[in-house]
């Protein structure tokens, strides 16, 4: 059973900066993080939750959703089993609860498919609130 735990959620400013953690552990069939596709999703509330990053197995390809290309940045640490999501340039829209996943290992999300939820594993975390004030 794939454990994740988000971190980092704050109260900002317009035009602040915030970088989110996410700890995963519990991994069954392979202990490399780098063998697992990651990614970040968020949801505002009375919406849906969409897709915000994504990073293939071994960092081969990088997805981001247009409205977040430029001020955000998807990467993971290997060692500490940790992905991080940085955040800078932030706007009110940005305001939701962020949660991480993952899929495979060895699996990586078509092009078209990284954005749907259904694609991944359906092992997330609590999620962690990010709120931007204007």
């Known amino acids: 059973q794939v454990q994740l735990v988000e971190s980092g959620g704050d109260l900002v400013q317009s035009g602040g900066s915030l970088r989110l953690s996410c700890a995963a552990s519990g991994f069954t069939f392979a202990p490399d993080l780098d063998d697992y596709s990651v990614a970040w999703f968020r949801q505002a509330p009375g919406k849906e939750r969409e897709a915000v990053a994504a990073?293939?197995?071994?960092?081969?390809?990088?997805y981001y959703r247009d409205s977040v290309k430029g001020r955000f940045t998807i990467s993971r640490d290997n060692p500490t089993k940790t992905v991080y999501l940085s955040m800078n340039d932030l706007k009110p829209e940005d305001t939701a609860v962020y949660y991480c996943?993952?899929?495979?290992?060895?699996?990586?999300?078509?092009?078209?498919?990284?954005?749907?939820?259904?694609?991944?594993?359906?092992?997330w975390g609590q999620g962690t609130q990010v709120t931007v004030s204007s």
């Open positions: 996943t993952i899929d495979g290992p060895y699996i990586d999300p078509m092009p078209d498919a990284w954005t749907r939820a259904s694609h991944w594993m359906g092992s």
């Open positions: 990073l293939t197995t071994k960092n081969r390809n990088i």
